[in-house]
Nanobody, 115 residues
Framework: QVQLVESGGGLVQPGGSLRLSCVAS????????TGWYRQAPGKQRELVAHISSAGLINYIGSVKGRFTISRDNDKNTVVLQMNSLRPEDTAVYYCKLQTSVRAYWGQGTQVTVSS
């Protein structure tokens, strides 16, 4: 069983930065793709950034140039560095690990961008 624990959310002013971290338990993290999703009130959960086991990365268009995803397989960690934050980035952010059998999700961390 894999557990994912996110941290780093909070309240930030527009234009500010936050760094989200997600630590996975167990020993399979390096084998699979992982990523960050977000869900705003009244909206569907959407993929924000994805990184494969080989390090291939993609982002949704609205965060390109502002967010950076990275992974450290030695620490079982995936990080989302978020810069130039906007009010529309406000959401609960979740990390996900996609194995060949199932997806594992973290509990979510709230990000609020407001003045």
């Amino acid at each position: 069983q894999v557990q994912l624990v996110e941290s780093g959310g909070g309240l930030v002013q527009p234009g500010g930065s936050l760094r989200l971290s997600c630590v996975a338990s167990g020993s399979i993290f390096s084998t699979y793709a992982t990523g960050w999703y977000r869900q705003a009130p009244g909206k569907q959960r959407e993929l924000v950034a994805h990184i494969s086991s080989a390090g291939l990365i993609n982002y949704i268009g609205s965060v390109k140039g502002r967010f950076t995803i990275s992974r450290d397989n030695d620490k079982n960690t995936v990080v989302l560095q978020m810069n130039s934050l906007r009010p529309e980035d406000t959401a609960v952010y979740y990390c996900k690990l996609q194995t060949s059998v199932r997806a594992y999700w973290g509990q979510g961390t709230q990000v609020t961008v407001s003045s």
